[in-house]
């Protein structure tokens, strides 16, 4: 996520800070230290009084007076920006109705986008279909649409609004995978169109090819710059640095973006205000609505609209409740425009994954639920932090009984998860409806539940574990919540 394949949620569960190597581009859902920090010498400032109305960035974001003219915790915040450094963050911005309460990192760096490209061309989608060029029911055969592997009459049957939801059952190679999507591609055939969710770069890849085939715009760069871009003032957006990536087995690109950090936090503040900038209504608030609304349940409280992730609670970000409506645009490695309206927040997270590293969305919960605390936000989750956290923690006496008896269950996103422990200290990891896709041995430190699954997971890790009920939370070594399960009795 990009802001949801199969190693990222292991990662998860395994380490705070992923440090599997990236290639580009990637599309999925520890960084070094920026050497950059792009706040302004003298921001302008709100109050909290001022920060009431509807305020838009101008030129540039205007900033809070202080966090506490605002509600909010000088000191909190401090932590949460500690523990952003710790995971690696490349870049944090925290937007509270339209103001900026703090910010960490390169702000203007254009960092790739991955997988949150495709929450861009949604709302692109928004505004041509308003204006009547394009029409989600025309299917591939009527608008012409193959590949260089033949689709099938069944295939061609599939509609724009399929592709939009990920529901093509179009199942052939795509430029931009990753080879964990690969490897959980459905059988080509297995799924009539617009009956089966599956997070396809070929239905994604083709959205680009139909774009500049209907809308009339030289490619999708230039109108997201005319039609977004322009309109919401961003500062450092250019579409001539852009251009779209071919592979050989598909006619349809990869069209990725690079885009800085302050003017992504412009895009969810649109999304935020239901389309709207200022006195523009610049993506339709309809399709605001009906884009960021799920038309697939994924898991538990997640779910997937057009391009858009949908999650609170248990199926958002590990370690936290977002708040109810919450959706996020999601991209490989930790890139996240991140969307709470019941809180009035925007948050965006970016990583360096130019350089191959990736901060776990595990980490990334753990930080928003910090960032809300301060915020003094309610109904944010369990702490994630081991000082205030419920519970019992286990001990070498108690620990291996509890793990043996049960086994731990947990949804992450779009993926459920399975860990089972032998009584010969071996370990497997499932997912996907069972399928086993770790299996490794623990073994014990002091108190401390350890394993190792090799250098591509972590190399060796140990946790703290807490018990609540029949919840069990690993922490790591420093407090820090990494990933919670339910555990079930055999």
Known sequence: MARKLLFLMIVAFLVLAGCAPASTPLEASSVPESTATSLPQSPPSHSGEAAQSSVYPRADWDWADSPESMGWSSAKLAAAQAYAKRIGSAAVMIVDDGVVVDAWGDLERKYLCHSMRKSLISALYGIYVADGKI??????????????????????????????????????????EAASMKAMRPARGSH???????????????????????????????????????????????????????????RHPYYGFRMSTRDLARFGLLFLRNGRWGQQQVVPADWVRESTASHSTIATQSGYGYLWWIGEGAGGFPNVDEGPGSYYASGYGGHNVIIMPSRNLVVVHRADTDTGRMVDEGSIGTLLWMILDAAGEKAIGDPPLLERAVGTRLTADTLPQVLQACSL???????????????????SISAYGGAVVVETRWWLEGDNYCRDLGPEFGGR?????????????????????????????R
């Open 135 to 176: 029409d989600l029911t025309r299917t591939l055969a009527n608008l012409g649409i193959d590949d260089l592997t033949p689709l099938t009459e069944v295939e061609k049957t599939a509609t724009v609004a399929d592709l939009l939801s990920a529901r093509s059952g179009v199942y052939i190679e795509a430029a931009g």
């Open 409 to 427: 269950r947990a949804t992450q996103g779009s993926t459920e998860i399975l860990v089972t422990f032998g009584p010969d200290q071996t370990m």
């Open 461 to 489: 890790q140990c946790s703290q574990v807490l018990q609540n009920g029949d919840q069990l939370t690993f922490f790591d070594l420093d407090g820090y919540a990494s990933m919670h399960f339910a555990c079930e009795p």
């Open 192 to 250: 009539a169109p617009g009956t089966f969710w599956y997070y396809n770069n070929w239905d994604f890849n083709t959205l680009g090819t139909i774009f500049d085939q209907l809308s009339g715009e030289k490619n999708i760069y230039t109108a997201f710059d005319k039609r977004i871009a322009n309109p919401i003032r961003m500062q450092d957006y250019n579409p001539d640095e852009l251009s779209y990536s071919y592979e050989p087995y598909s």
